[in-house]
């Protein structure tokens, strides 16, 4: 059993960081460089996971302020 006064030092705060990063930069340019070279499915995938990406990383977060 882990005593209260002992914090967790681990990757996942990183890891949130990165996913949340990833995710906006993923929205913001390369969806837009989709677009302009009018490739529709290739935006379509990119969308989806660059909005996987910040949901992931908004859902660990969350879950890292709880527990």
Avoid: H, P
């Avoid at 914090?7 to 996942?12: A, E, N, P, V």
């Avoid at 989806?48 to 890292?64: S, T, Y």
């Amino acid at each position: 059993m882990m005593d209260a006064g002992i914090d967790f030092i681990g990757f996942l705060r990183y890891a949130i960081a990165l996913w949340l990063a990833t995710g906006l930069i993923i929205l913001r340019i390369e969806v837009k460089g989709y677009e302009l070279a009018g490739m529709s499915k290739e935006r379509q995938v990119c969308r989806f996971l660059g909005w996987m990406n910040v949901a992931l990383g908004l859902l660990l977060f969350a879950g890292q302020m709880m527990f």
